[in-house]
């Protein structure tokens, strides 16, 4: 067992490692921006080497599934590799309001979370952030925690940086947002979102499969939002045809 346990981190250990070499010449979304983020350059997303958080709060109004009694322990992610035109939160996506972090500050916000009773924790706009989630869950993993973790993402994922985090993520949530390439360009500046989306959502589904509910509180699996637009600029039936498949 003990044998096992330590195979276990040296493999994560691995997978955080190679998480980090992909911000070397970025490769962590599908922009594929080549900067260097660990010398502190950066591309679409506008985030260096370190992480930049704008809160860590319990949030009582996300997917009900996601709430329970102590509210889902929300930590939002400055900046975003996808430029929505009708993003909620774009002073801390587009304007990148926040502070700057440290990974055991990360942990601290994790731990807290759950010590408030928060039913799992919620990584807001992630995707350009995978590897200090990656090592923060592990350290934190380390210090206790046991609640869930929930990947709340736009669906423009790279399936590299989702294979680094299967065994890390429990929950992924992410938007279905369009099947059209005229419209993803025109509203998220990301031409090739839709078969990127399709095949994220595959890979998310292979990892954790359908959503598994226990006393009306999600503990695993896939959960797709998705946002119906006015003249189906999202193309909303042939989504939900392709999430019914
Ligand atoms: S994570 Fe940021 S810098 Fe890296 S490829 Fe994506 S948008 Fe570019």
Redesign the pocket.
């Known amino acids: 067992m003990f044998m096992k346990n330590a195979l276990r981190r040296v493999a994560k250990k691995k997978t955080i490692q190679s998480a980090y070499h992909l911000?070397e010449s970025?490769?962590?979304?599908p922009?594929?921006?080549k900067?260097n983020?660990l010398n502190g350059e950066?591309?679409?997303?506008g985030?260096g080497a370190k992480a930049v958080i704008s809160s860590a709060v319990p949030h009582y109004r996300e997917e009900s599934v996601l709430v329970g009694s102590g509210g889902s322990g929300t930590i939002f992610f400055a900046g975003c590799?996808l430029g929505c035109v009708f993003c909620q939160n774009y002073d801390i996506s587009q304007l990148r309001h926040g502070n700057n972090v440290e990974i055991d500050d990360v942990v601290n916000m994790i731990m807290q979370l759950q010590t408030r009773k928060c039913v799992n924790i919620n990584f807001v706009t992630p995707?350009?952030v995978v590897s200090h989630i990656i090592e923060s869950v592990f350290l934190a993993r380390k210090r206790g925690l046991t609640i869930p973790v929930v990947f709340n993402c736009g669906g423009y994922e790279s399936i590299e940086a989702l294979q680094l985090l299967e065994g890390t993520i429990d929950i992924y949530m992410p938007d279905a947002k369009y099947l059209s390439h005229d419209s993803s360009e025109e509203y998220s500046f990301a031409h090739d979102y839709p078969s990127v989306m399709k095949l994220a959502l595959l890979e998310m589904y292979k990892q954790v499969g359908d959503l598994e509910i226990k006393d009306g509180v999600a503990t695993r699996g896939l959960l797709v939002r998705h946002l119906v637009m006015p003249g189906n600029v999202a193309c909303s039936k042939e989504i939900i045809d392709f999430l019914a498949k």
């Open positions: 911000l970025c490769e962590l979304c922009r594929v921006c900067v983020r950066k591309g679409f997303c985030i590799n995707t350009h």
